[in-house]
């Protein structure tokens, strides 16, 4: 969020347990509208390809919100 605040262009990812902490945060830092991208829970122990295919799912949500 620092970043974004700077001007650039940038995406918060989390799963669904962190989605309150993010917008704790994001008020904290003066991004209160920000939209993260909310992924399936958890990442912990899951394989590489378990990682991408997140990821892979996520990807369309990503590019909408960095070129919005």
């Not at 969020?1 to 830092?29: K, Q, W, Y």
């Not at 992924?39 to 369309?60: C, F, T, W, Y």
Request: aromatic content about 2%; proline content about 7%; hydrophobic content about 40%.
């Amino acid at each position: 969020m620092n970043l974004e605040n700077r001007g650039i262009p940038t995406v918060v990812v989390c799963t669904g347990p962190f989605i309150d902490s993010a917008h704790l945060h994001a008020r904290m830092l003066g991004r209160e509208g920000f939209q993260p991208i909310v992924i399936q829970h958890p990442l912990g122990g899951l394989k590489p390809d378990g990682v991408m295919q997140r990821a892979s799912d996520a990807e369309s949500q990503i590019v909408a919100a960095l070129t919005r």
